[in-house]
């Protein structure tokens, strides 16, 4: 036998090179079928392996929603106060906050020119009834003559109209002088009801102007919430009907109240509807000062509908579902839509039906066909 030898000490580094390198590629194929193997090994022992699971069933009911509606507090009563007239305001001397009683002087408007037309009118009428009264006796006068063949058919008939016509144009001054006592009313503004005054618009030497709020009057006494309502919800409300008030400004979140009017037409811009309700216990409201936001509530149950335990429902990215249980005893991952939830139940909309079972507490232990026992 030939033995061959070499001095060559690279030649040497390179066999003993390679030797390593077909050692460690030995070593690393051994490990990665050992890993491959105990992984397959490890899914086929949880697909047979079952896992002990809590189920419940779902259930057809009726969940219980509750509606907001943003209101305003006010008083019960609340007057605008306006004039029909043009004219400068000659007082004005009450201030907002301040308390007023039915009656009181609040604003005087200029109406020297009214007065001087009512004196016009009511002169022109006592001269009118005086024309009437003398018209009246010589009409009288001339009927009897007519009916004794003493005067003509035609002193009768002129005699006639020419009492009517007194009498019609004292009916007109009247009428005259009952317009022009209007006008002079509408210079002198006084408060409609015991309140307070809690908006002015004006002051004393403006101008004021026909229909134009010139002062607010509002009884706070008794108050009320004035709310608007969505077409889509209007219906949800009857007159009558309980709701709950919350006041978070008087820190009252308890409150109750009714409903005593819902406006028929809406807002055409707004699709909204107004509504009035009136706290239950005036005694509970001292806090509650007209103008704060108030929040209307309304519990309603909805029409029986299919839930679950929302413990059971996961979610994955923006899908969410939960895990059934087929006749194979294998879980099964099912999507769900959900709808409404009220306390831990929540509405299924699609996805599974009334009375079917579903996996209540799931956990990372449970994927799609893992073996279960309840």
């Known amino acids: 036998m030939k033995v061959i030898t070499t001095n060559n000490p ?8 390679s030797k390593f390198y077909i050692s460690a590629l030995i070593v690393l194929l ?5 890993t491959s193997c105990d992984s397959s090994e490890d899914t086929a022992k ?21 509606q907001s509606f943003s209101g305003t507090v006010r008083g019960v009563r609340r007057v605008d106060l306006s004039t029909k007239i043009m004219g400068r305001i000659t007082q004005l001397e009450v201030e907002e906050g301040e308390f007023v009683e039915e009656g009181d002087l609040l604003v005087q408007i200029k109406d020297d020119q009214i007065k001087a037309q009512h004196d016009q009118v009511e002169a ?6 005086a024309n009437l009264e003398n018209a009246e006796t010589n009409y009288n006068r001339i009927k009897r003559l007519f009916e004794q063949s003493s005067a003509t058919q035609k002193e009768y008939d002129d005699m006639k109209t020419r009492y009517q016509m007194a009498g019609a144009k004292v009916k007109t001054l009247e009428g005259k002088l009952r317009e022009v006592k209007d006008m002079l009313d509408y210079t002198t503004l006084r408060a409609p009801i015991d309140g307070y005054v809690v908006r002015k618009t004006m002051e004393e030497g403006d101008m004021a102007s026909p229909g134009q709020p010139l002062v607010t009057v509002e009884n706070t006494g008794a108050l009320e919430v004035k709310a608007s309502v969505p077409e ?3 219906n949800l409300l009857t007159r009558g009907d309980t709701v709950g008030i919350r006041v978070p400004a008087a820190d009252r979140n308890s409150l109750e109240g009714r409903i005593v009017a819902i406006n028929p037409s809406g807002n055409r811009g707004s699709r909204q509807f107004e509504v009035k309700v009136i706290f239950r216990e005036p005694g509970t409201i001292k806090k509650v000062k ?3 936001f108030a929040e209307l509530s309304v519990a309603r149950w909805t029409q029986p509908t299919v839930t679950v335990d929302a413990r059971a429902l996961i979610d994955r990215g923006q899908l969410t579902g939960l895990y ?5 005893q294998e879980a099964v991952l099912r999507w769900v839509r959900t709808g409404n939830q009220s306390g831990n139940h929540i509405e299924i909309l699609s996805g599974i039906s009334d009375g079917e079972t579903y996996i209540l507490t799931p956990d990372g232990r449970i994927h799609e066909g893992q073996k279960v026992e309840i």
């Open 10 to 17: 690279q030649a040497h580094s390179k066999m003993m090179n």
């Open 30 to 34: 051994v490990i990665f079928t050992g």
């Open 46 to 66: 949880n697909e047979t392996t079952s896992v002990k699971v809590e189920t419940a069933r779902a259930q057809s009911v009726q969940i219980q929603q509750e």
């Open 124 to 129: 022109q009428l006592v001269e009118a009834r």
């Open 232 to 234: 889509s919800q209007i």
């Open 290 to 292: 007209p103008g704060m």
């Open 324 to 328: 059934t249980i087929n006749d194979q």
